[in-house]
C-alpha cells in the first residue's frame, strides 16, 4: 500500500484482527494529546494497552471515542481507564444502558460475549465535531450493523474511519435484522452517504486501511443485494461469524460444549427458528455448521475439540 503525502500523517491504525477491532490513534498537536478510536476486545486489553503505549511515544491520551459498543470495540475501555485515566465518549443512543451496563440492551447477553464494564464519561453524537491534531472529524451517523454507530471523516484529508459501516470486501453483520427491522435500507443509505463523501482513505474497523473505495462500495452493496434477495442468506452468515467469533473468544472447546454454547445463545436460537429449525435440533445444527467451517479451513476439529485457526 502507498500512502500518500499528508493524508494519513499523524495517525497511527493498529490494525488488529477479527476478535479484536482496529485502533486508531488520532495524535495531537504538541501538548493537545491524542484520542483513540475504539478500544478491541477484553481478551486482548493487555495488549492493546502496550499498543497504545507504544504509538503514544509519551504523548497523553486525552480521550477515547467509540464508533459502537459492540465487545470487539469497546471491550479494551476499561483496561484503558486504568492505565491511562482518560475519559470515554460513546455514541448517544446507548449512554443509559451503559450507566445501568445493561447487558441485554447492550448486546452481550443475546450474544453472549465477553465485555469487561466501564463508565462513559460523555457522548459522541451525530452532527458532532472532533478536534485533533489540526484535522477536524465530522461525526456521522451510520445505522445498519447497529443501530447507534457512527463514523468519523476527515473531509480536508478525505480519510473515513469507518467502523463496520464498510470493509474492504463488504461490512458488518446486520444486527438490528434480528429483531425484525428491516436495516438492509440504513446499510444501503449509509453505502450512499459515503459514495457522496469526497473519502480518499479508509480506515476500518476490520482490515487495512484502503484507497480504492469505489470498488469496496461495489462490493458491499453486491453482498446487500444478496442478503436482500435472500435474507436468510443473511441469517446463515451470521451464525457462521458469530460462531467463529466465539472460537476466537475461547480458541479451543470441546465439540458438545461448543454446542452447548450455541443452543443458549439467544442470537442462535432465534436464527435457527427463522430459518425453520435446520438440522431437526439447535446442536445439530451448530454442527452442521461447524463441518462447514472446519471444511473451509475456517476451523478445525480434533480429538472432538474444535480449535480457531
Given amino acids: 500500500m502507498s500512502t500518500p503525502p499528508n493524508a494519513l500523517k499523524g495517525l497511527t491504525v493498529l490494525e488488529r484482527g477479527w476478535l479484536s477491532s482496529n485502533n486508531v490513534l488520532l495524535h495531537g498537536e504538541p501538548g493537545e494529546g491524542a484520542t483513540l478510536v475504539d478500544s478491541g476486545h477484553c481478551a486482548d486489553s493487555a495488549q492493546t494497552v502496550e499498543l497504545v503505549r507504544h504509538a503514544l511515544g509519551g504523548e497523553a491520551l486525552r480521550r477515547l471515542v467509540n464508533t459502537h459498543l459492540h465487545s470487539d470495540h469497546c471491550g479494551g475501555n476499561a483496561a484503558l481507564q486504568r492505565a491511562f485515566g482518560m475519559p470515554v465518549h460513546i455514541p448517544p443512543g446507548q449512554w443509559d444502558a451503559a450507566l445501568r451496563w445493561d447487558e441485554d440492551a447492550l448486546s452481550y447477553r443475546p450474544t453472549r460475549q465477553r465485555c469487561e464494564r466501564f463508565t462513559p464519561d460523555g457522548q459522541l453524537a451525530p452532527g458532532d465535531t472532533l478536534c485533533c491534531g489540526g484535522r477536524t472529524w465530522q461525526v456521522l451517523a451510520a445505522p445498519g450493523h447497529d443501530p447507534d454507530s457512527v463514523i468519523l471523516f476527515d473531509a480536508a484529508n478525505g480519510v473515513l474511519i469507518s467502523a463496520d459501516?464498510?470493509?474492504?470486501?463488504?461490512?458488518?453483520?446486520?444486527?438490528?435484522?434480528?429483531?425484525?427491522?428491516?436495516?438492509?435500507?440504513?446499510?444501503?443509505?449509509?453505502?450512499?452517504?459515503?459514495?457522496?463523501?469526497?473519502?480518499?482513505?479508509?480506515?476500518?474497523?476490520?482490515?487495512?486501511?484502503?484507497?480504492?473505495?469505489?470498488?469496496?462500495?461495489?462490493?458491499?452493496?453486491?453482498?446487500?443485494?444478496?442478503?436482500?434477495?435472500?435474507?436468510?442468506?443473511?441469517?446463515?452468515h451470521a451464525a457462521k461469524v458469530l460462531l467463529k467469533f466465539h472460537l476466537l473468544e475461547e480458541q479451543a472447546q470441546p465439540l458438545p460444549a461448543l454446542c452447548a454454547w450455541f443452543a443458549a445463545t439467544p442470537l442462535m436460537q432465534g436464527m435457527w427458528q427463522r430459518l425453520a429449525r435446520p438440522q431437526g435440533s439447535i446442536e445439530a445444527w451448530c454442527e452442521a455448521l461447524v463441518t462447514e467451517l472446519s471444511g473451509s479451513g475456517v476451523l478445525a476439529v480434533r480429538d472432538g475439540t474444535v480449535h480457531n485457526t
Fill in 165 to 236: 459501516a464498510l470493509w474492504e470486501n463488504g461490512f458488518g453483520i446486520v444486527f438490528p435484522e434480528f429483531d425484525g427491522v428491516d436495516a438492509f435500507n440504513d446499510v444501503a443509505a449509509v453505502l450512499d452517504r459515503i459514495a457522496r463523501l469526497p473519502v480518499q482513505w479508509v480506515l476500518p474497523g476490520h482490515g487495512a486501511p484502503f484507497n480504492d473505495v469505489a470498488t469496496a462500495l461495489a462490493r458491499a452493496r453486491s453482498r446487500l443485494a444478496g442478503f436482500r434477495a435472500d435474507p436468510a442468506r443473511h441469517d446463515r
